[in-house]
């Protein structure tokens, strides 16, 4: 590994055994950093030409098990000083360099997800501030560039032309004196209620939760150059309310404009559950109402029932997935029924995409997917983007769930096959049992017996019970309640399977199991279920560039 462009200036107080200096000049795009799983997690603070910059903690290590970097560009050419307050044996190894330290095997690491969005480097939850803006899709989450576990939340950044193939941009959103940025959500503000409008071109406005051990606030901060760079707002925050709710749990503000009256409405999950506020301009906000029973990351949107604009309503969800149907008049949410469930599994968090096309009046969803990687040196998932729609069924009107239509573009072309056996099947899936990124439709039928489904490398991934109606360990009940078919459209990837069953009724998603492959690879287990129909699609992957 090449270590060039950082000049040594000083070597500070390295001969102390405990905490330590090292002062640079920076010189290269990437300063790389040395870490070890089983290190202390120590503070590590950057002083660019005498004044603190950034700081967090890392577990830096002189015998590192990866390596996460910073970005420096906007540093270049600057004195660096790095303090840390642990062992100062791995100060020496930081190197710069105009590559991240793994660049040869980026995206192609042992357990890399190969159709899933991962950070390069560093841990990954929640998606933030959901966003279509002049050809872009925004994705920014919550994202520690430090280590591949939780901590020094920021604000990842990642663009896309297609919601599939992702270029992961510089962190957007760093830790200030108000504390960690935490989870929030964009706008564009095209009228300049803000007033941080620069000529023509309109600021995007985001509005995120800053965290500190004493209290979670709500700020904002606003881009003026497509999300690349952001200016805090000075009057922040904008929403102080720990006193009010005697409680720290006030975050995850999903802010959008609503068009009948002509507002901002702020959806803010405050102790136990979500409060709407609105604005006139983004910074001054009034509490209207609140409605319990919702636990962090909330969203309220619009949809039509079956397609039809003329009969719409509202949906507000929360972290789990759980969610109410009802009606919204700008300053109160009146639930009409629920409380529903439409996914289970890893989903976590999900946010829906904001200011989408004009042509394209789909609401699409990305949620977290709460999946592990193994020894890499990266940690977290984003699900696959899904379209979400109403649709009346005999229980009410209900969410459906299913994978976008850009999804098909990574596909291969098919091989289907109809009416066979369960040994016919696992013969006909017998060529795929060691390709690691597929995407199976299959159409079963219970005959002999009241259980069936499909395992992967011995891992069960669909499990179908007639009998107590479940659908791996969950109640699912058909449209038909005499019903014994089930359609599925599973999508595997190297660490993910996600499972969309009958058009999107009810979705599951889970860890993948990381073990040596069995002999066995894919097979459809059960007392003679029949498969009415399977498609089988290898699935390109969207890091080949």
Request: proline residues 5%; contains cysteine.
């Amino acid at each position: 590994m090449k270590k060039i462009l950082l000049t040594v200036l000083a070597a500070g107080c390295l001969t102390f055994a405990w905490g330590g200096d090292r002062t640079l000049t920076v010189t290269a795009r990437y300063l790389n950093l040395p870490v070890a799983r089983q290190a202390d997690r120590r503070q590590m603070t950057f002083h660019i030409d005498g004044r603190p910059e950034r700081s967090f903690v890392i577990r830096l290590s002189a015998k590192p098990d990866y390596w996460v970097f910073c970005d420096m560009s906007e540093y270049l050419g600057k004195t660096l000083r790095i303090h840390f307050d642990g062992s100062p044996a791995g100060l020496d190894h930081i190197y710069g360099d105009n590559q991240i330290a793994g660049a040869d095997s980026l995206y192609r690491e042992a357990n890399r997800p190969q159709w899933h969005f991962t950070t390069r480097r560093g841990w990954t939850n929640d998606p933030n501030g959901l966003l279509y803006y002049d050809g872009e899709y925004h994705l920014f989450y919550q994202h520690n560039p430090y280590e591949s576990e939780w901590e020094n939340m920021h604000w990842g950044h990642a663009v896309s032309a297609d919601l599939i193939h992702w270029e992961e941009l510089p962190d957007a959103l760093y830790p200030d004196r108000h504390g960690t940025v935490f989870s929030g959500s964009t706008v564009v503000d095209y009228e300049n209620t803000a007033g941080f409008n620069r000529a023509t071109t309109p600021a995007i406005v985001a509005a995120y939760t800053a965290d500190s051990p004493e209290r979670q606030v709500q700020c904002i901060a606003y881009s003026l150059d497509k999300g690349r760079t952001w200016t805090r707002y000075d009057g922040n925050p904008v929403i102080n309310s720990k006193e009010q709710w005697n409680s720290k749990d006030t975050r995850d503000p999903r802010i959008f404009r609503y068009a009948p009256s002509n507002h901002w409405v702020m959806v803010l999950n405050e102790r136990n559950g979500h409060s709407i506020y609105t604005s006139a301009d983004l910074k001054h906000w009034q509490y209207e109402s609140h409605i319990t029973g919702f636990w962090e990351c909330p969203d309220l949107f619009e949809l039509p029932v079956d397609g039809n604009p003329r009969n719409t309503r509202r949906v507000m969800y929360g972290a789990s997935g759980t969610y109410l149907i009802g009606r919204f008049d700008g300053r109160q949410f009146i639930p009409e029924s629920g409380k529903h469930r439409y996914t289970t599994g890893a989903f976590y968090a999900a946010q829906t995409v904001a200011n989408m096309p004009d042509d394209d009046d789909r609401r699409i969803q990305i949620a977290w997917g709460r999946i592990a990687h193994g020894d890499m040196p990266f940690n977290g998932i984003m699900l696959l983007p899904t379209e979400l729609s109403l649709r009346t069924t005999k229980e009410g009107i209900k969410l459906f769930s299913n994978p976008v239509k850009e999804i098909d573009r990574l596909q291969s072309s098919g091989h289907r096959a109809d009416h066979l056996t369960v040994e016919q099947a696992n013969r006909f899936l017998e060529p795929f049992k060691n390709i690691d990124a597929l995407r199976i439709k299959a159409r079963l039928r219970l005959s002999h017996a009241t259980d069936a489904g499909l395992r992967l490398h011995g891992q069960p991934i669909l499990t179908y019970d007639m009998n107590f109606n479940t659908v791996n360990g969950v109640f699912y009940s058909p449209e038909e309640p005499t019903s014994m078919e089930l359609s599925v459209d599973i999508l595997i990837d190297k660490t993910s399977v996600e499972v969309f069953v009958d058009d999107g009724a009810y979705s599951f998603s889970l860890q993948r199991e990381i073990r040596p492959r069995h002999r066995d690879g894919l097979q459809f287990w059960g007392n003679r279920p029949e498969i009415l129909s399977i498609e089988v699609y290898e699935m390109a992957s969207i890091w080949n560039r």
